[in-house]
Structures are given as C-alpha cells and as structure tokens.
C-alpha cells in the first residue's frame, strides 16, 4: 500500500503538516496569496475559481463518528484513513462534498474528463491498494465499501480508477496478487487489468477514445 503523499522522498513533507500549513496559510491576507486560476465551468460560461491546495482542517474532521486519521510515525510516510465503526459490503461510508474545484496535484481526485477536485477533508488520506477496501464512486459522489470492513480496516482504494495521468507516479508494494507494481494512471494500465476494478465513467470515456487515437 502506498499514497499519494511522499512517493519521491525529495518532497520532503508528511501530508499532515501540508495539510495544517495549507489551512494556516488560508487564514493569511488575501495580498500574501497567489492570484487563483480560473477557468469556464463545463456547464456554464460563469467563471469557475480554482483552488490551491487542500483545506483539510485536522481539527474539524469531518466523519469523526465514522473515520480516524491515523498518524504515521515521525519521517515516515505512513499515514492512514481507517474505520472506527464497522461498514458492510455496498455501505456508503462517506459522501463527498465540499470539494473544490482544482489545479491537477498530488492531492486531488479527477472526477471528469478535464476536471479535478481536492476533498477538503479527511478523506485525502485513503491511500492506494491494488486490492482496495472501498471505490470512489465521481458518479454519485460517494465513497463505497468493496468488502466487509470491520472497525479499525483501512479505507484504501484504486487510484488508476480516477487518474487518468498521475501528476506524481510511484511503485506500488501492496503485496497483492493483482498488484500492478508502478502506479501511473489508467493510461498505461492494460485494459484487461482494469477489468478487476470499478473504473470510473471519464476514464472509460479517455480509454476509448485512446483506441481511436491509435487506429
């Protein structure tokens, strides 16, 4: 199992204290901030603002009653979303909202063709398996339990069924006989592996005009 955060040791940080800087720095004037991209919205002409950073606040988790960080140890990147009650197979665990649209990074889930968003909560800890605990559903939004999960199992899941293109790669040592060792994205996963996986609708959408492209 490895995460999004702290694949290539030269980034040098633990996603905790990125996450409190980002929420400490969001509290700072707007003259001290970068100038915010903006972009059209897909469905509107209206200017869409996009965001820098994830502003998960640790100390208002948003699913405490049903989620608990996890802390790795000092200099290791190691940190985990797990249960503190038990879910069974099919159970919605969380529903994703107040996400905010984003510049594409390690942090962010991609919900659409063109479209990524950071999750603005504790869920920017699930880390990714080959043979994953839950699915992010960018459907409805929701994340889901692939299997029974008791208390105290880690939330873990595909991040290929998402990513099109990983802004950050890294070797995948999950141990699973499905393991597909170098995590890039769909695009250079074989479609009969993906086969395994609930895949979202955008990546099956670039799969299939990545076939046309190759005609």
Not at 12 to 30: K, P, T, W, Y
Request: charged residues 25%; negative net charge.
């Amino acid at each position: 199992v490895y995460k999004r955060q702290g694949i290539n040791a030269e980034y040098g940080v633990r996603i905790l204290q990125l996450c409190e800087d980002s929420f400490n720095h969001s509290m700072a004037s707007s003259s001290q901030a970068p100038a915010p991209a903006v972009r059209l919205s897909r469905n509107s002409s209206e200017p869409v603002t996009l965001v820098n950073g994830n502003q998960y606040d640790p100390q208002r988790p948003k699913f405490p009653s049903r989620l608990r960080v996890e802390k790795g140890e000092s200099g290791e990147f190691s940190s985990r979303l797990i249960t503190v009650i038990p879910f069974a197979k099919g159970d919605v665990i969380a529903e994703i909202n107040g996400y905010s649209l984003a510049h594409k990074n390690w942090s962010t889930v991609q919900v659409s063709e063109t479209d990524h968003v950071e999750l603005n909560s504790e869920l920017v800890f699930m880390n990714h398996s080959c043979d994953p605990t839950v699915t992010v559903d960018t459907t409805q939004m929701v994340v889901v339990a692939n299997k029974d999960m008791p208390e105290f199992t880690e939330l873990t899941f595909f991040y290929p069924s998402t990513e099109w293109q990983m802004i950050q790669p890294f070797e995948c040592w999950c141990g699973s006989s499905k393991c597909i060792k170098r995590v890039t994205g769909a695009r250079d996963i074989p479609e009969e592996l993906l086969r395994d996986h609930h895949v979202s609708p955008h990546i099956r959408s670039l799969l299939e005009k990545e076939k046309i492209n190759q005609i």
